[in-house]
Each structure stands twice: as structure tokens, then as C-alpha cells.
């Protein structure tokens, strides 16, 4: 097994079904707070909860320590429109949202109506950044060609994002090593990584990693965690 140094500072934890109760909301927070995840990821209306529960699990810890609170941004779809999402993305900092996680306008990516694309994510940056506030932009890879990642993440980019995210997890497919290392090809090493979608083990986590990425945004982050510490301890 690959060695990766401090493996929960790369784990997103993720809880964005429909149904996630309250309940299981501050669980998950305890629960990142515990094994030191990086971040969590909840819908927006679990943002200010998410926000409370870690501030009160974590009590004074240092700013590198601190588990960030995320949320997503015109998902699943992509297809809200700028003015909607810029909108979201200042609630949500307002709220208590660290990082925003906005899914691309797939479809007038894939009309060629590049300007539009780059806008909309540059208005979520800035609307964001008025509340420090970074940006992840999804660009689900499932829906486009190899060419058509490179140019995404290209326009990413040079929007201002600060990291390309792979998938929303609810559409065919998810991360995959293969485009994880085609996206990390495509932007500077400014640009960040997340790697989401179907990563449910350690396995398949570490190898993402490798292939590049910064972050992993899964829903399994303590089996991940639990299978990492079982094989350190046999190492």
C-alpha cells in the first residue's frame, strides 16, 4: 500500500441524500470531527447546523485543524440559473460555508457557449470570495469527452475556481482514475483536485490520490479511515 501522510486531511465527508435527517447530519459532523476529516459536505440547508455541531465538537482547536464546512451549489444539475446560484453561493457563506461546490452548466458547456460557462462560475467565485469563501466546480466527467475535460478544466481555471471537482455522484458514473489524472493534467498546479463519486474504500481512495487529487469528497470517509488504520497498525 502506498504511504499518504495524515489520510483524513484528504477526506471529504459527504452526506447529500435527500432524505439525511438532522440527525444524521450532526452525527456526521461528530463524526469528521473525531477522526480529524478535512471537511464535510452537506446540502444547504444543513449548512448552518453543520457549522454549529463542528464549533461545538471542536471547542478551540488550531486554524489548520479546523473541519470546514462545505455545501453544494446549483446541484445536481448545473442548470439554475448565474443569477440563482450567485445568489445560493452568498447565502450559504452568509450561513457559514467555508467551501461551495457548484456543478458547471453542462448543457451550455456542451453547446459551446464558453463565455456563459465562464461566467456563471466567475460569478459564484466572486460571490463567494466576498466571504472568503474558495470554489470547487463540478464538471461531472461522465457527460464529456476527453477533450471536452481538458477544455472544462481549462475554463475553470481561468474562471478563478479554486479546485475542479469530478462528479456530482448522482449521474452515471463518478470519479475515475483515468480522468482524475486527465484533470490534474489540464490545470495548474494552483488549481486544486477533488476526486468524488463512488469512492468506498481505502483501495480506490489511495489511488486517486496518486493519480492526483487533493481531495476526496466520499460518503464512506470512516470506512476509509478505519481501513487505513488497520493496515498502518499491521505494517
Same mark, same amino acid.
Given at each position: ?38 471537511? &464535510? ?20 482547536? #488550531?486554524?489548520?485543524?479546523? /473541519?470546514?464546512? /462545505?455545501?453544494?451549489?446549483? =446541484? ?10 450567485? =445568489?445560493?453561493?452568498?447565502? #450559504? ?6 467551501? &461551495? ?22 460569478? /459564484? ?9 474558495? &470554489?470547487? /466546480? ?31 455522484? =448522482? ?65
Amino acid at each position: 500500500m502506498d504511504k499518504v501522510t495524515d489520510l483524513n486531511k484528504y477526506l471529504e465527508s459527504t452526506l447529500l441524500k435527500p432524505e439525511a435527517t438532522s440527525e444524521q447530519i450532526e452525527e456526521l459532523c461528530r463524526e469528521a470531527v473525531r477522526c480529524g476529516f478535512r471537511s &464535510v459536505c452537506v446540502n444547504p440547508c444543513y449548512v448552518g447546523l453543520a457549522k454549529k455541531t463542528i464549533a461545538d465538537e471542536e471547542g478551540d482547536v #488550531a486554524p489548520e485543524d479546523h /473541519v470546514k464546512t /462545505v455545501t453544494v451549489i446549483g =446541484f445536481p444539475l448545473g442548470a439554475s440559473a448565474t443569477q440563482v446560484k450567485s =445568489f445560493e453561493a452568498a447565502y #450559504a457563506c452568509m450561513e457559514g460555508a467555508d467551501e &461551495v461546490d457548484m456543478v458547471m452548466n453542462i448543457g451550455a458547456f456542451k453547446s459551446g457557449d464558453y463565455k456563459y460557462v465562464s461566467d456563471d462560475i466567475n460569478s /459564484v467565485v466572486y460571490a463567494a470570495g466576498e466571504y472568503e469563501a474558495k &470554489v470547487k /466546480v463540478i464538471i461531472e466527467t461522465c457527460l464529456l469527452s476527453k477533450e471536452e475535460i481538458m477544455k472544462a478544466c481549462e475554463i475553470v481555471g481561468n474562471a478563478g475556481a479554486a479546485f475542479v471537482k469530478s462528479s456530482t455522484g =448522482f449521474n452515471t458514473e463518478g470519479a475515475t482514475v483515468r480522468n482524475i489524472f486527465l484533470m490534474r493534467g489540464s490545470v495548474s498546479q494552483k488549481v486544486g483536485i477533488k476526486a468524488a463519486g463512488g469512492i468506498r474504500d481505502l483501495e480506490t481512495a489511495l489511488d486517486m490520490i496518486e493519480a492526483g487529487a487533493d481531495v476526496i469528497g466520499s460518503s464512506s470517509c470512516a470506512k476509509i479511515m478505519d481501513e487505513y488504520l488497520a493496515a498502518e497498525a499491521e505494517s
